[in-house]
Each structure stands twice: as C-alpha cells, then as structure tokens.
Nanobody
Framework: QVQVVESGGGSVQAGGSLRLSCAAS????????LSWFRQAPGKEREGVAM????????FYADSVKGRFTLSQDNAKKTLYLQMNSLKPEDTAMYYC????????????????????WGQGTQVTVSS
C-alpha cells in the first residue's frame, strides 16, 4: 500500500526556517513524483514545490521561489523542503503527495493529479 508521511512542521517567527520531510513507501518503482501542497484556512489547496525522482520537472510556486528549496533522497523515497525567510502568509497545513509510475518525467501541477496524500503537517509563522 502506497503511503506518504510528513514531518517537520512547527511554529516559528517571521524570518525563521523550518525543514519538512516527506517519506513515501509501499512501491518499488523508481520513477515517481513527490510534491508539496499547502492549504490555509478558507483557501484552496495550492502547489508549493514539486519534483520528479529523476531530478527533473522541479517546480516552485512564485510565492516561495528563492526562499524554499527541495532536496531528494531517492534511495529513501524522501523529499525535503527547506523553508527559509518564512512569512506569516506561509502559515498553512502542508501536505505531501505522490504519484507513482511517472514515466514522462512530468509532475502534475494540480492536486487532482496525485494518488496518495499524507496527513499533513502544520506550519505557523507569527509576525
């Protein structure tokens, strides 16, 4: 059974940093996408950062470019999101999602393209 587990959320002051981890398991394929989404109260879920296991098709939302950085450990099927210079508007529940068997190297941009989701981890940034 494919599953993903997030960790690393918390509360920080504006300008601080957090590192989120997303570990996927339950599948043997090596071509997959791991992606971060977030959802703030009253808002739609939005894509934050996405990566294919080959290292291609990396995407960052405009709102986080230059502040958030992805890194991968494909052997562990784990994706890390380093979040620096955090702002109050980054406050949200952060979800990791995976799509397996992605042979064309393209990760879906919309949440509807993902098969399996984690339970989420809360990030709160105070001003």
């Amino acid at each position: 059974q494919v599953q993903v587990v997030e960790s690393g959320g918390g509360s920080v002051q504006a300008g601080g940093s957090l590192r989120l981890s997303c570990a996927a398991s339950g599948f043997t394929g090596s071509l997959f996408c791991l992606s971060w989404f977030r959802q703030a109260p009253g808002k739609e879920r939005e894509g934050v950062a996405m990566a294919h296991s080959t290292g291609g098709s990396t995407f960052y939302a405009d709102s986080v470019k230059g502040r958030f950085t992805l890194s991968q450990d494909n052997a562990k099927k784990t994706l890390y999101l380093q979040m620096n210079s955090l702002k109050p508007e980054d406050t949200a529940m952060y979800y990791c999602a995976t799509k397996v068997s992605v042979y064309d190297g393209r990760c879906p941009a919309h949440s509807s393209g993902y098969d399996v989701w984690g339970q989420g981890t809360q990030v709160t940034v105070s001003s």
